[in-house]
């Protein structure tokens, strides 16, 4: 028992975690189609700027400091890898992606030296509570409630404010949307700047939990939240958000089971299975061209 | 345009092998990368140390304090005399990233320099990987705390002067035995890492043989939450937990045990006995004993120049974690370098053939203990420091000296 | 751009330098101080294997225009299948030491004499390496029926999920006494095996990059024979255009998986040659990184060119390995130290190399022209503007 809930738990918190990355790259891939590769590496340089900043300053100025940095980086990554390549066919972007995130990569293991570096513990979060026997972090405990308040927000933002409402043109149609007098490139801007905000703090409450933070740590988080996107239905952010708790969980249950390496594998079979029998994903929109 | 470029830069690889020919003749090595601190650059007698190590990837960590090691050694004794005649060391530095892959490029680069022998590397992967490259060039390498068998068997140029994954596993064994009269072990070690998968196996072999049972996990490449493992062993009723996984790794487990108030007690290889690991079971009640090659406090001398060392350059401290706590894998490469010296004085020339011919017969009592070969090219050695974190006062302190008779 | 008048000097003209280029690396191998000169022949090993690799790549996905990152999951089973059939049953005791030997007891080059005689060694490496090719070439035929009906970047993720699918099935203990589970298999022939020795073990001919650059050249060159075949002129009509592809004709399900199954094939040869460039085959060395590598080689090129492909595998593997290695190390000039250079600052400047090329020289080096189109435009231009 003890045991079943110890798993819940920590599959509850990664898919927390995964959700806030997951709903970066649906947005995203929602307007330009694009699998942003260094999603997952903003993640993490986002972790190294806490750590960073929080040697020198005070926590609660290290922290919004952070999470300003990291949207800055997300900004500038748009601006400077994708934008000059808007019109260029979608395998260039996309290469383009995997070369931002091996430079992120490489400047990450330069600045530490390859160094593991440790996360500061946050007031808090940090913290343990006992739940029916099981030790753990606050940050478990919040992780899931902060996601569905954010997602509310969000949705709340997408369906009813003016850019929110650019941005579903955008991602329905980019040609007419930029007819009609939206200004595509911050549109896009803005759905950069989301992503990020969110993956900072989606890297504050995963490295909170998991404390170490090496240049490759972004990459595996990365690509489990791109297949959560990919099982909620791309595009739709409730979508990502249920596929990330599911993912976290199955992957929770694989890894307390004898079948414990085969935990990544599992994920990517998933994804393969969902692609080639419902590539719609569990809430995406009818008509694609992805089959 | 376009054209021109293509053209001039396919022409690039032509241009560089035609001046390796005009380089080829000129025999004299002339490393670009001179870091040894504080060597006099005065006169042409200077012999090249090549120094195989990981600065960067999943192992960096242990490689940067095993350099240290080699770095202090080398600020300690920068001559050596080979035939009557007083030569430089430079140590020459070539990064293999921790990665198979990239090992051989690494190794064709100090070859390259014209190095007279080879230290190196922390990590059996990367040195089984070079073995060949060296062997090919007639180069000898001493192993300094690469602790899997593949690495000398079959290959007549590789030497080590640590022990071995399959004494290492037993003595861990005994101990968890022993100690604490464990009956379920609980293994855990990366997914496809020779060295994790190997200790794990030597452990269950001798575990099992003493009546225990164990339960066996491997987690992915990259993974970062490991409360599902520890939570299993803790439900399995497991007595003691073995991770011998890198540094990166351990601090993760060794920190989430120490906050999630873990009370099994942990045991580790050689590569746990990190400041790193030692700072994340800071003030918590983590049991976590580390089997070692060498214990603060063997050599007090060395401890002494070493921390003196290691505080007196920022780079140094930080490449050691932060503090000057002493990792055995520095004693262990100062000691490498030392060998390294015996052997070029043994064989009266920087050359490498003679080198290699001198190495099997060469001895030196180092820090770490008495280093000679056997007729594999191990060093023959039968005890391990067993240590334990004194997470009170975040140092290490010696539990006992475990010996094992084969 | 098809080019419909092929002028016939080109496949001659190739052929020619590739045979100047096979006969230029002997007298290089047999002139040069081995020891001095030993990152010359690194590079030119590593960086055949990785041309072989890369022009695989560019099949798939310069002419099929199929994006795939699997490559480095077929890179792994033509390194496993390759040395699982080449380790000498003498020495599979000591290799798969935890296993107490091998499932597998038997090695090609042993049935034909020992990997010591001539004909053991080239049979046997031979067949090997035809099976490594057979062996990703039968695994993508399978992963294809599903995956391949997807497309563009979901063909890519699939694809690099399969790769990571299939590195978990080789690390794992259960099927260690074939794979070796976690170890590395080693001691099959390697490169080196091709140096002539005379009787007492002194090397007399050098024959170890010949070796790699002769395997590599036959392999490019049978791709390129059937990229200029009706095979290859349907693949680049489905990379232009699916659905004219399929009006003309063209049987798109069965194009594709063709070209999947010759990708991988190549790529399970050149798996095997990496594995006799690095002595080893170990399954963590082929990750999702090695495949980023291989297409930053192809974008580097160009998609669409078989030479560039080969002129940007030598290129980068000389350069992220060679020319820049002096980055890593901290330089002093007299008293002055050149600041940031320390280790990893090699891969930070490799990378920001990497952005330029691709966001300013998006088409490459070459685009998808080859080298020998490079001697024609002019004329062409001027035809164009009378």
């Known amino acids: 028992m003890q045991y079943a809930v110890s798993i819940l738990l920590s599959g509850v918190s990664l898919g927390g975690q995964y959700a806030l990355i997951a709903i970066g790259y649906t947005m995203v891939y929602g307007i330009l189609r694009l699998i942003n590769f260094a999603h997952g590496d903003v993640f993490m340089v986002a972790g190294l700027i806490m750590v960073y900043l929080s040697a020198a300053l005070p926590l609660p100025v290290a922290a919004p400091l952070m999470i300003i940095l990291t949207v800055a980086l997300g900004f500038l990554i748009e601006r400077a890898a994708y934008k000059p390549l808007r019109s260029a066919p979608r395998m260039s972007v996309m290469i383009s992606a995997i070369g931002v995130s091996y430079l992120l990569q490489n400047t990450a293991t330069y600045v530490t030296g390859g160094l593991p570096q440790m996360y500061p513990s946050l007031p808090f979060l940090s913290e343990n509570i006992t739940i029916l026997g099981t030790s753990t972090k606050w940050v478990t405990i919040v992780t899931p409630f902060l996601v569905v308040a954010l997602v509310v927000v969000l949705t709340q933002l997408i369906n009813h404010t003016k850019v929110g409402m650019a941005m579903r043109a955008v991602a329905k149609d980019f040609e007419t949307s930029q007819l009609m007098g939206i200004k595509i490139n911050s549109v896009i801007s803005v759905t950069f700047i989301i992503g990020s905000l969110l993956a900072a703090v989606g890297s504050m409450l995963y490295f909170t939990n998991y404390s170490s933070i090496v240049p490759l740590s972004g990459t595996l988080p990365g690509l489990r939240a791109f297949v959560a996107a990919v099982f909620g239905g791309i595009g739709s952010i409730p979508g990502a958000v249920v596929g990330a708790f599911l993912i976290g969980i199955c992957e929770s249950i694989i890894k307390g089971s004898p079948w414990s390496i085969f935990s990544d594998a599992f994920t990517f079979a998933l994804l393969i299975v969902i692609l080639v029998v419902k590539p719609t994903g569990l809430f995406g929109e009818k008509a694609t061209d992805k089959v | ?406 | 751009m098809l080019q419909q008048t092929k002028s016939k000097k080109g496949p001659f003209l190739a052929l020619v330098l590739a045979a100047a280029l096979l006969i230029l690396t002997v007298v290089l191998e047999n002139t040069l101080n081995p020891n001095t000169n030993i990152m010359l022949f690194t590079t030119l090993k590593k960086g055949a294997v990785y041309a072989l690799v890369a022009v695989s790549m560019n099949l798939l996905n310069g002419f099929t225009g199929l994006f795939s990152l699997g490559q480095a999951g077929f890179m792994l089973l033509g390194a496993y299948t390759y040395a699982i059939f080449t380790i000498p049953v003498a020495d599979r005791e000591s290799v798969y030491y935890i296993y107490n030997g091998s499932a597998v007891n038997f090695s090609l080059p042993d049935l034909f004499g020992g990997a010591d005689t001539v004909p053991g060694l080239i049979l046997g490496v031979l067949i090997a390496l035809i099976l490594a090719g057979c062996v990703a070439a039968a695994v993508a035929w399978l992963i294809g029926l599903p995956v391949l009906r997807l497309k563009s970047d979901y063909l890519a993720i699939a694809t690099l999920g399969f790769g990571e699918i299939i590195r978990a099935i080789f690390q794992w203990d259960a099927l260690g006494p074939v794979t070796n589970g976690a170890n590395a298999l080693k001691n099959f022939p390697t490169f080196s095996s091709f140096n002539i020795t005379n009787a007492s073990g002194q090397v007399v001919l050098r024959l170890s990059t010949f070796a790699a650059f002769f395997i590599a050249a036959v392999c490019i060159a049978i791709i390129v024979l059937l990229i200029n075949s009706s095979y290859g002129r349907a693949f680049k009509a489905i990379r232009e255009d699916e659905i004219a592809a399929e009006a003309m004709g063209i049987n798109l399900a069965r194009h594709k998986r063709l070209s999947f199954c010759i990708s991988s094939f190549f790529a399970g040869v050149g798996g095997a040659m990496f594995a006799m460039f690095a002595n080893q085959a170990q399954a963590r060395t082929f990750t999702t990184a090695m495949t980023y590598e291989i297409l930053l080689i192809v974008v580097i090129g160009g998609i669409g060119s078989v030479s560039g492909s080969c002129i940007a595998a030598f290129l980068y593997v000389a350069a992220s390995e060679w020319w820049l290695r002096f980055l890593d190390a901290e330089t002093t000039i007299g008293a002055f130290k050149v600041p940031f250079l320390r280790n990893g600052f090699r891969m930070v400047v490799f990378s920001i190399i990497i952005m330029i090329v691709v966001l300013f020289f998006r088409r490459g080096l070459m685009g998808d022209k080859e080298l020998f189109d490079l001697f024609r435009p002019r004329r062409k231009k001027k035809e164009a503007s009378k």
Not at chain 2, 155 to 175: H, S, W
């Open chain 2, 1 to 406: 345009m376009k054209k021109f470029l293509a053209l001039a830069l396919s022409g690039a690889l032509a241009l560089t092998a035609l001046a390796g020919c005009g380089g080829g003749s000129a025999g004299t090595p002339a490393p670009e990368s001179t870091t040894s601190g504080g060597a006099a650059t005065g006169g042409e007698n200077t012999v090249y140390i090549g120094v195989f190590e990981p600065a960067t990837g999943d192992s960096g960590a242990g490689g940067k304090q095993e350099m240290l090691g080699m770095q202090y050694a080398n600020s300690e004794t920068p001559t050596v005399d080979i035939g009557g005649t007083t030569y430089n060391v430079q140590l020459v530095y070539a990064d293999n990233g921790s990665d198979p892959a990239k090992a051989p490029t690494a190794a064709a680069e100090l070859v390259g320099q014209g190095v007279s022998l080879v230290l190196g590397s922390y990590g059996s992967g990367v040195s089984i990987a070079a073995g060949p490259i060296f062997g090919d060039a007639g180069l000898a390498a001493i192993g300094v705390t690469c602790t899997n068998p593949q690495v000398t068997a079959g290959n007549d140029y590789y030497f080590r002067i640590c022990f071995l994954d399959p004494f290492q596993g037993t003595v861990l064994a005994n101990f968890a035995t022993e100690k604490f009269s464990a009956q379920k072990a609980y293994l855990l070690g990366e997914l496809g890492n020779d060295y994790d998968q190997g200790l794990m196996n030597y452990f269950e072999q001798a575990f099992t043989a003493a009546g225990g049972t164990v339960v066996k996990d491997s987690f992915p490449q990259n993974t970062s939450d490991f409360s599902t493992y520890l939570n299993k062993a803790a439900s399995e009723g497991c007595d003691v937990i073995f991770c011998p996984v890198s540094i990166a790794y351990s601090t993760q487990i060794v920190k989430l045990a120490a906050d999630t108030g873990l009370t099994i007690p942990i045991l580790g290889s050689d590569t746990l006995d990190s400041n790193m690991v030692l700072e994340a079971a800071a003030g918590s009640d983590v049991q976590l004993y580390v089997s070692t090659f060498y214990q603060e406090g063997g050599s007090p001398e060395f401890d002494e120049g070493i921390k003196a060392f290691i505080n007196g350059d920022s780079t140094n401290l930080t490449n050691n974690g932060g503090n000057d706590t002493i990792a055995a894998v520095t004693a262990m490469g100062y000691d490498a370098y030392y060998v390294a010296l015996e052997a070029l004085k043994a064989a009266g020339s920087t050359d490498p053939a003679a080198v290699k011919a001198a190495l099997p017969s060469v001895t030196y009592t180092g820090v770490s203990g008495a280093i000679a070969f056997d007729e594999i090219g191990d060093a023959i050695r039968d005890t391990a420091y067993i240590k334990v974190a004194d997470t009170a006062n975040g140092v290490w302190a010696l539990e006992t000296v475990q010996t094992v008779s084969e």
